[in-house]
């Protein structure tokens, strides 16, 4: 498994401002994945994260929006910028690992940043 | 593009029973993954089993086993002698394996409930 750390775990913020969530892993990883959870709603993907390009974002989700960092192979950030009460929700890092996966194909998660948003 | 489709948004049993969540799914692609992820209140996703497309023998995973029906494009869980440790969203999910994809797309959920 991977062991995955977001900050803040939680965060109350006001409208129109920006916050950047952060994701550290324990190892390295090629690619690492963002993902959205409005209240009592499934997980949507928003962008994939890849270390030394540019990020790859998911219809309905824009960079301008979104700007995500994937510095190097253990970390990334996501800005949630000039935000409103609609962003409110849980934002999960994912990742997949380089090797030893053995090819099992999963995700791992980390335990999500919840954001409200007034 | 893959659904997932999960058509049961709520669920309980009784401790010590057993349950079976439902899950279908829609895709042209002949290899794949697929799985059951949990989410407790802590909101962690924890995977709970994985299925490969190209095996037919069902995964088990201790109290946890799954009825891959893959013509049928059906992946049941189901959960044996249920715990209440047990009560949590639980999410079905598909990911490709062919070219660079591995974006996970999910269902909507069912929250199951695990009474006394």
């Known amino acids: 498994s991977a062991v995955i750390s977001q900050k803040p775990s939680r965060d109350i913020c006001q409208r129109g401002t920006s916050l950047t969530i952060q994701c550290q892993v324990d190892?390295?990883?090629?690619?690492m994945f963002w993902y959205r959870q409005q209240p009592g709603q499934s997980l949507t993907l928003i962008a994939t994260a890849n270390q030394g390009s540019e990020a790859t974002y998911e219809s309905g989700f824009v960079i301008d929006k979104f700007p995500i960092s994937r510095p190097n192979l253990t970390f990334s950030t996501l800005t949630v910028s000039n935000m409103s009460p609609e962003d409110s929700s849980i934002y999960l890092c994912?990742?997949?690992?380089?090797?030893?996966?053995?090819?099992?194909?999963?995700?791992?998660f980390g335990e999500g940043s919840r954001l409200t948003v007034l | 593009a893959q659904t997932v489709t999960q058509s049961q948004p709520e669920m309980s049993v009784q401790e010590a029973e057993t349950v079976t969540l439902s899950c279908t799914y829609d895709?042209?692609?002949?290899?794949?993954?697929l799985f059951w992820y949990k989410q407790p209140p802590s909101r962690q996703m924890i995977l709970v089993i994985r299925q490969e497309a190209y095996k037919q023998q069902n995964a088990t995973e201790n109290r946890f086993s799954v009825n891959f029906q893959k013509a049928a494009k059906s992946f049941s869980l189901k959960i044996s002698d249920s715990q209440l440790g047990d009560a949590a969203m639980y999410f079905c999910?598909?990911?490709?394996?062919?070219?660079?994809?591995?974006?996970?797309?999910f269902g909507t959920g069912t929250r199951l409930q695990v009474t006394l």
């Open positions: 190892s390295q990883v090629t690619m």
């Open positions: 999910a598909y990911r490709s394996r062919t070219g660079t994809a591995s974006k996970l797309t």
């Open positions: 895709t042209s692609e002949s290899d794949y993954y």
């Open positions: 994912s990742v997949k690992r380089t090797s030893g996966s053995r090819g099992t194909g999963e995700l791992f």
